[in-house]
Protein backbone atom coordinates (compact mmCIF):
# COMPACT_ATOMS: atom_id res chain seq x y z
CA UNK A 1 0.00 0.00 0.00
CA UNK A 2 0.98 3.73 -0.59
CA UNK A 3 -0.06 6.61 1.07
CA UNK A 4 0.87 10.08 -0.61
CA UNK A 5 0.67 13.97 0.23
CA UNK A 6 -0.37 15.84 -3.01
CA UNK A 7 -0.56 19.89 -2.42
CA UNK A 8 -1.58 22.03 -5.77
CA UNK A 9 -3.39 25.31 -6.40
CA UNK A 10 -6.87 23.63 -6.84
CA UNK A 11 -8.61 20.61 -5.91
CA UNK A 12 -8.72 19.71 -9.91
CA UNK A 13 -5.13 19.72 -10.07
CA UNK A 14 -4.21 17.97 -7.00
CA UNK A 15 -7.16 15.66 -8.23
CA UNK A 16 -4.86 15.15 -11.21
CA UNK A 17 -1.40 14.42 -9.82
CA UNK A 18 -3.12 11.88 -7.29
CA UNK A 19 -4.99 9.61 -10.64
CA UNK A 20 -1.74 10.12 -12.69
CA UNK A 21 0.88 9.17 -9.76
CA UNK A 22 -1.46 6.30 -8.11
CA UNK A 23 -3.91 5.58 -10.54
CA UNK A 24 -7.73 6.01 -10.84
CA UNK A 25 -8.50 3.49 -8.03
CA UNK A 26 -6.78 5.61 -5.69
CA UNK A 27 -9.19 6.13 -2.57
CA UNK A 28 -8.77 10.12 -0.87
CA UNK A 29 -8.05 9.79 2.85
CA UNK A 30 -8.01 13.58 3.46
CA UNK A 31 -8.51 17.30 2.03
CA UNK A 32 -7.90 20.47 3.47
CA UNK A 33 -7.03 23.83 2.37
CA UNK A 34 -3.46 25.48 2.87
CA UNK A 35 -3.75 29.42 3.85
CA UNK A 36 -0.32 30.93 2.75
CA UNK A 37 1.23 32.85 5.55
CA UNK A 38 -0.07 36.67 5.79
CA UNK A 39 2.14 38.90 3.86
CA UNK A 40 1.87 43.08 2.83
CA UNK A 41 -2.38 43.57 2.60
CA UNK A 42 -1.96 44.25 -1.47
CA UNK A 43 -0.46 40.99 -2.12
CA UNK A 44 -2.76 38.28 -2.62
CA UNK A 45 -2.51 35.19 -0.46
CA UNK A 46 -3.89 32.68 -2.76
CA UNK A 47 -4.47 29.10 -0.99
CA UNK A 48 -3.54 25.50 -1.49
CA UNK A 49 -5.47 22.35 -1.27
CA UNK A 50 -3.71 19.32 0.78
CA UNK A 51 -4.92 16.00 -0.43
CA UNK A 52 -3.86 12.87 1.20
CA UNK A 53 -4.54 9.70 -1.19
CA UNK A 54 -3.68 6.13 -0.71
CA UNK A 55 -3.62 2.81 -2.95
CA UNK A 56 -2.56 -0.59 -3.09
CA UNK A 57 0.93 -1.20 -4.35
CA UNK A 58 1.89 -3.05 -6.14
CA UNK A 59 -0.86 -2.46 -8.61
CA UNK A 60 -0.75 -6.07 -9.57
CA UNK A 61 -1.43 -7.20 -5.79
CA UNK A 62 -5.02 -8.23 -4.94
CA UNK A 63 -6.13 -6.29 -1.69
CA UNK A 64 -6.44 -8.19 1.36
CA UNK A 65 -10.14 -9.11 2.37
CA UNK A 66 -11.44 -7.38 5.53
CA UNK A 67 -11.28 -10.32 8.15
CA UNK A 68 -14.47 -11.94 8.45
CA UNK A 69 -15.57 -12.65 12.31
CA UNK A 70 -17.86 -15.73 12.84
CA UNK A 71 -21.22 -13.71 13.93
CA UNK A 72 -20.58 -16.46 17.17
CA UNK A 73 -17.83 -14.54 18.03
CA UNK A 74 -19.07 -12.40 20.67
CA UNK A 75 -17.36 -9.78 22.58
CA UNK A 76 -16.21 -11.34 25.69
CA UNK A 77 -14.26 -13.72 23.56
CA UNK A 78 -12.55 -11.24 21.36
CA UNK A 79 -10.68 -9.71 24.74
CA UNK A 80 -9.32 -12.54 26.03
CA UNK A 81 -7.75 -13.11 22.68
CA UNK A 82 -6.15 -9.65 22.75
CA UNK A 83 -2.85 -10.84 24.71
CA UNK A 84 -2.03 -12.81 21.17
CA UNK A 85 -1.14 -9.94 19.26
CA UNK A 86 1.81 -7.70 19.03
CA UNK A 87 1.02 -4.14 20.51
CA UNK A 88 4.04 -2.82 20.89
CA UNK A 89 2.65 0.01 18.83
CA UNK A 90 0.96 2.42 21.06
CA UNK A 91 -1.88 3.48 18.73
CA UNK A 92 -2.83 0.05 18.58
CA UNK A 93 -3.23 -0.25 22.48
CA UNK A 94 -5.22 2.89 22.31
CA UNK A 95 -7.65 1.46 19.67
CA UNK A 96 -8.10 -1.74 22.05
CA UNK A 97 -8.58 0.30 24.73
CA UNK A 98 -11.30 1.88 22.92
CA UNK A 99 -13.31 -1.08 22.83
CA UNK A 100 -12.34 -1.88 18.80
CA UNK A 101 -12.59 -5.46 18.03
CA UNK A 102 -9.10 -7.29 19.13
CA UNK A 103 -9.54 -9.10 16.03
CA UNK A 104 -9.38 -5.73 13.85
CA UNK A 105 -6.98 -4.76 15.79
CA UNK A 106 -4.50 -7.42 15.45
CA UNK A 107 -5.26 -7.22 11.42
CA UNK A 108 -3.89 -3.89 11.79
CA UNK A 109 -0.62 -4.87 13.80
CA UNK A 110 0.22 -7.34 10.94
CA UNK A 111 -0.11 -4.63 8.42
CA UNK A 112 1.78 -1.93 10.44
CA UNK A 113 4.37 -4.60 10.83
CA UNK A 114 4.98 -4.59 7.20
CA UNK A 115 6.54 -1.05 7.89
CA UNK A 116 8.94 -1.88 10.46
CA UNK A 117 11.85 -1.28 7.75
CA UNK A 118 11.49 2.44 8.57
CA UNK A 119 10.93 2.93 12.00
CA UNK A 120 10.53 6.99 11.65
CA UNK A 121 6.83 5.82 9.94
CA UNK A 122 6.06 3.48 12.54
CA UNK A 123 5.89 5.59 15.18
CA UNK A 124 4.54 8.41 13.31
CA UNK A 125 1.37 9.94 14.39
CA UNK A 126 0.07 11.26 11.01
CA UNK A 127 1.19 8.15 9.14
CA UNK A 128 -0.52 5.51 11.51
CA UNK A 129 -3.88 7.95 11.80
CA UNK A 130 -4.41 7.80 7.94
CA UNK A 131 -3.20 4.09 7.86
CA UNK A 132 -6.46 2.89 10.62
CA UNK A 133 -8.60 5.79 8.62
CA UNK A 134 -7.92 3.65 5.38
CA UNK A 135 -7.89 -0.07 6.83
CA UNK A 136 -11.39 1.16 8.43
CA UNK A 137 -12.86 2.37 5.27
CA UNK A 138 -11.93 -0.50 3.87
CA UNK A 139 -13.38 -3.14 6.78
CA UNK A 140 -16.92 -1.08 6.39
CA UNK A 141 -19.82 -1.84 3.98
CA UNK A 142 -22.08 0.90 3.05
CA UNK A 143 -25.09 0.65 0.73
CA UNK A 144 -24.98 4.62 -0.90
CA UNK A 145 -27.38 6.22 -2.24
CA UNK A 146 -30.13 4.29 -3.52
CA UNK A 147 -31.13 3.37 -7.12
CA UNK A 148 -34.31 4.34 -8.70
CA UNK A 149 -37.30 1.18 -8.66
CA UNK A 150 -40.34 -0.06 -6.70
CA UNK A 151 -39.11 -0.42 -2.71
CA UNK A 152 -40.64 -2.16 0.09
CA UNK A 153 -38.34 -1.22 3.03
CA UNK A 154 -39.68 -2.28 7.27
CA UNK A 155 -37.23 -1.16 9.67
CA UNK A 156 -37.28 -3.62 12.90
CA UNK A 157 -35.38 -3.55 16.07
CA UNK A 158 -36.08 -3.71 19.51
CA UNK A 159 -37.97 -1.08 21.77
CA UNK A 160 -37.13 2.26 21.28
CA UNK A 161 -34.43 2.81 19.24
CA UNK A 162 -35.80 4.72 16.94
CA UNK A 163 -37.66 3.07 14.12
CA UNK A 164 -40.55 4.98 13.67
CA UNK A 165 -39.01 8.10 13.87
CA UNK A 166 -36.62 7.11 10.99
CA UNK A 167 -38.62 6.12 9.20
CA UNK A 168 -40.83 9.65 9.03
CA UNK A 169 -37.57 11.00 8.58
CA UNK A 170 -36.90 9.26 4.82
CA UNK A 171 -40.39 9.74 3.95
CA UNK A 172 -40.09 12.98 4.72
CA UNK A 173 -36.70 13.15 2.74
CA UNK A 174 -37.84 10.83 -0.01
CA UNK A 175 -41.51 12.94 -0.65
CA UNK A 176 -39.93 16.26 -0.07
CA UNK A 177 -36.58 16.65 -1.55
CA UNK A 178 -37.01 13.19 -4.46
CA UNK A 179 -40.81 14.37 -4.96
CA UNK A 180 -41.37 10.38 -4.72
CA UNK A 181 -44.90 8.43 -4.50
CA UNK A 182 -44.72 7.21 -0.61
CA UNK A 183 -47.19 5.53 1.40
CA UNK A 184 -46.79 4.18 5.12
CA UNK A 185 -47.49 0.87 6.52
CA UNK A 186 -47.86 0.64 10.19
CA UNK A 187 -47.67 -3.49 11.56
CA UNK A 188 -47.38 -1.81 14.82
CA UNK A 189 -50.52 -2.42 16.78
CA UNK A 190 -49.03 -3.93 19.59
CA UNK A 191 -47.94 -0.99 21.41
CA UNK A 192 -50.73 1.80 22.78
CA UNK A 193 -50.24 4.90 20.66
CA UNK A 194 -47.90 3.10 18.00
CA UNK A 195 -50.66 3.75 15.56
CA UNK A 196 -51.07 7.34 16.67
CA UNK A 197 -47.65 8.36 16.75
CA UNK A 198 -47.37 7.14 12.80
CA UNK A 199 -50.23 8.79 11.92
CA UNK A 200 -49.47 12.26 13.15
CA UNK A 201 -46.24 11.90 10.87
CA UNK A 202 -48.56 10.98 7.94
CA UNK A 203 -50.87 13.88 8.26
CA UNK A 204 -47.84 16.07 8.73
CA UNK A 205 -46.45 14.75 5.50
CA UNK A 206 -49.53 14.57 3.73
CA UNK A 207 -48.72 10.98 3.45
CA UNK A 208 -51.34 7.78 2.88
CA UNK A 209 -50.92 5.25 5.97
CA UNK A 210 -52.09 1.98 5.69
CA UNK A 211 -52.83 -0.16 8.97
CA UNK A 212 -52.22 -3.90 9.02
CA UNK A 213 -53.24 -6.24 11.77
CA UNK A 214 -52.00 -9.33 10.48
CA UNK A 215 -50.39 -11.44 7.53
CA UNK A 216 -52.55 -11.23 4.68
CA UNK A 217 -53.87 -8.06 5.66
CA UNK A 218 -50.54 -7.03 5.21
CA UNK A 219 -50.10 -9.26 2.09
CA UNK A 220 -53.24 -7.22 0.45
CA UNK A 221 -51.83 -3.79 0.93
CA UNK A 222 -48.40 -4.32 -0.51
CA UNK A 223 -50.32 -5.81 -3.73
CA UNK A 224 -52.85 -2.83 -3.89
CA UNK A 225 -49.73 -0.08 -3.56
CA UNK A 226 -47.75 -2.09 -5.67
CA UNK A 227 -47.12 1.17 -7.73
CA UNK A 228 -45.65 3.65 -5.14
CA UNK A 229 -41.71 4.33 -4.96
CA UNK A 230 -41.76 3.35 -1.54
CA UNK A 231 -43.61 1.33 0.81
CA UNK A 232 -42.34 1.93 4.26
CA UNK A 233 -43.24 -0.32 6.83
CA UNK A 234 -42.79 0.08 10.47
CA UNK A 235 -43.12 -2.25 13.37
CA UNK A 236 -43.14 -3.12 16.47
CA UNK A 237 -40.57 -2.88 19.04
CA UNK A 238 -39.05 -6.43 19.18
CA UNK A 239 -37.15 -8.38 22.94
CA UNK A 240 -34.45 -9.74 20.83
CA UNK A 241 -34.06 -12.76 23.42
CA UNK A 242 -38.08 -13.45 22.44
CA UNK A 243 -37.95 -16.12 19.97
CA UNK A 244 -41.94 -15.89 19.65
CA UNK A 245 -41.75 -12.42 19.31
CA UNK A 246 -39.06 -12.55 16.47
CA UNK A 247 -41.05 -15.68 14.54
CA UNK A 248 -44.04 -13.85 14.73
CA UNK A 249 -42.64 -10.72 12.99
CA UNK A 250 -40.79 -12.87 10.83
CA UNK A 251 -43.93 -14.77 9.86
CA UNK A 252 -45.26 -11.30 8.74
CA UNK A 253 -42.69 -9.39 7.28
CA UNK A 254 -41.57 -12.67 4.43
CA UNK A 255 -45.09 -12.48 3.00
CA UNK A 256 -43.73 -10.52 0.24
CA UNK A 257 -40.46 -11.21 -0.92
CA UNK A 258 -39.91 -7.30 -1.72
CA UNK A 259 -39.68 -6.50 1.77
CA UNK A 260 -36.43 -5.27 2.66
CA UNK A 261 -35.67 -5.18 6.35
CA UNK A 262 -33.51 -2.60 8.03
CA UNK A 263 -32.12 -3.44 11.39
CA UNK A 264 -32.30 -0.38 14.19
CA UNK A 265 -29.49 0.01 16.01
CA UNK A 266 -29.17 2.21 18.75
CA UNK A 267 -25.53 3.85 19.56
CA UNK A 268 -26.50 3.70 22.94
CA UNK A 269 -26.30 0.14 23.72
CA UNK A 270 -23.21 -1.75 24.89
CA UNK A 271 -21.42 -3.59 22.64
CA UNK A 272 -22.14 -7.07 23.74
CA UNK A 273 -25.73 -6.56 23.30
CA UNK A 274 -25.50 -5.45 20.13
CA UNK A 275 -24.18 -8.42 18.80
CA UNK A 276 -26.68 -10.48 20.43
CA UNK A 277 -29.63 -7.89 18.92
CA UNK A 278 -27.87 -8.40 15.76
CA UNK A 279 -27.71 -12.13 15.99
CA UNK A 280 -31.14 -12.73 17.13
CA UNK A 281 -32.93 -10.00 14.31
CA UNK A 282 -30.90 -12.13 11.64
CA UNK A 283 -33.77 -14.90 11.72
CA UNK A 284 -34.60 -12.29 9.33
CA UNK A 285 -32.62 -11.13 5.72
CA UNK A 286 -31.30 -8.07 6.60
CA UNK A 287 -30.34 -5.46 3.63
CA UNK A 288 -28.82 -2.64 6.20
CA UNK A 289 -28.26 -1.57 9.38
CA UNK A 290 -29.50 2.25 10.38
CA UNK A 291 -27.09 3.15 13.38
CA UNK A 292 -29.45 5.87 15.57
CA UNK A 293 -28.83 8.32 18.53
CA UNK A 294 -25.19 9.05 17.91
CA UNK A 295 -25.76 12.54 19.59
CA UNK A 296 -26.23 10.55 22.86
CA UNK A 297 -22.88 8.76 23.35
CA UNK A 298 -19.21 9.45 22.55
CA UNK A 299 -18.06 6.52 21.62
CA UNK A 300 -19.15 4.32 17.81
CA UNK A 301 -16.63 1.67 18.58
CA UNK A 302 -19.46 -0.79 19.35
CA UNK A 303 -21.04 0.20 16.58
CA UNK A 304 -18.51 -0.39 14.33
CA UNK A 305 -17.87 -3.81 15.72
CA UNK A 306 -20.86 -5.01 14.40
CA UNK A 307 -20.08 -3.88 11.31
CA UNK A 308 -16.74 -5.80 11.47
CA UNK A 309 -18.51 -8.89 13.28
CA UNK A 310 -21.64 -9.48 10.83
CA UNK A 311 -20.88 -8.50 7.74
CA UNK A 312 -23.62 -5.98 6.00
CA UNK A 313 -23.88 -2.66 4.80
CA UNK A 314 -24.89 1.07 6.34
CA UNK A 315 -27.31 2.82 5.51
CA UNK A 316 -28.10 5.62 7.87
CA UNK A 317 -27.07 7.30 10.38
CA UNK A 318 -29.67 9.63 12.74
CA UNK A 319 -28.06 12.11 15.30
CA UNK A 320 -31.00 13.80 16.66
CA UNK A 321 -34.97 13.71 17.27
CA UNK A 322 -35.93 16.43 14.96
CA UNK A 323 -38.00 15.43 11.55
CA UNK A 324 -36.85 15.16 8.94
CA UNK A 325 -33.10 17.36 9.20
CA UNK A 326 -31.44 14.69 11.73
CA UNK A 327 -30.04 11.71 9.29
CA UNK A 328 -27.59 11.54 6.88
CA UNK A 329 -26.80 8.87 4.14
CA UNK A 330 -23.62 6.55 5.60
CA UNK A 331 -20.63 6.75 4.28
CA UNK A 332 -17.02 4.98 4.91
CA UNK A 333 -15.49 8.03 5.79
CA UNK A 334 -18.11 9.23 8.24
CA UNK A 335 -17.32 5.74 9.94
CA UNK A 336 -13.90 6.10 10.11
CA UNK A 337 -13.84 9.82 11.39
CA UNK A 338 -16.54 9.01 14.20
CA UNK A 339 -14.74 5.80 15.21
CA UNK A 340 -10.73 7.44 15.34
CA UNK A 341 -12.33 11.20 16.25
CA UNK A 342 -12.99 9.91 19.59
CA UNK A 343 -9.84 8.14 20.39
CA UNK A 344 -7.56 9.94 22.42
CA UNK A 345 -4.27 9.68 20.51
CA UNK A 346 -2.07 12.03 22.60
N1 LIG B 1 -31.43 11.74 20.63
C1 LIG B 1 -32.03 11.04 19.69
N2 LIG B 1 -33.25 10.58 19.90
C2 LIG B 1 -33.84 9.85 18.93
C3 LIG B 1 -33.20 9.55 17.70
N3 LIG B 1 -34.03 8.80 16.96
C4 LIG B 1 -35.16 8.65 17.70
N4 LIG B 1 -35.04 9.28 18.89
C5 LIG B 1 -36.00 9.36 19.99
O1 LIG B 1 -36.12 8.09 20.58
C6 LIG B 1 -37.44 7.93 21.10
C7 LIG B 1 -38.03 6.65 20.54
O2 LIG B 1 -38.20 6.82 19.15
P1 LIG B 1 -39.23 5.93 18.30
O3 LIG B 1 -39.04 6.31 16.89
O4 LIG B 1 -40.58 6.02 18.86
O5 LIG B 1 -38.62 4.49 18.60
P2 LIG B 1 -39.18 3.10 18.11
O6 LIG B 1 -38.03 2.22 17.83
O7 LIG B 1 -40.16 3.29 17.01
O8 LIG B 1 -39.93 2.63 19.44
P3 LIG B 1 -40.99 1.40 19.58
O9 LIG B 1 -41.91 1.49 18.40
O10 LIG B 1 -41.67 1.67 20.88
O11 LIG B 1 -40.20 0.15 19.62
C8 LIG B 1 -38.21 9.18 20.70
O12 LIG B 1 -38.21 10.07 21.78
C9 LIG B 1 -37.39 9.75 19.55
O13 LIG B 1 -37.53 11.15 19.40
C10 LIG B 1 -31.87 10.06 17.48
O14 LIG B 1 -31.21 9.85 16.47
N5 LIG B 1 -31.33 10.80 18.53
MG1 LIG C 1 -42.17 2.71 16.84
Known sequence: MQIKRFEAPDMQEAMRQVKE??????????????????????????????????????????????????????????SQKSSAFPLENPFLQKMLSAGISAEFVGELGKGLSGWKADSRREGNTEFCLHYFRWKLMEAVEVTGPEAEGAKVWSFIGPTGVGKTTTLAKLAAHFSLRLAQRITLVTIDTYRIGAVDQLKTYARILGLPLEIATGREEFQEILWNHRDQDWVLVDTAGRNPYSQEQLEELKGILTVDPRVENHLVLSAT??????????????????????????????????????????????????????????????????????????????
Open 269 to 346: TKDFDLAQVVQRFSLLPIRSYIFTKLDETDEYTSLFNQLLRFKRPLSYLTNGQKVPEDIELATKGKVASLVLNRIPWN
Open 21 to 78: TLGPEAIILSTKTIRRPAGPTWMPRPSRVEVVAATDHPATEKPKPAPRVSPLFLPQLE
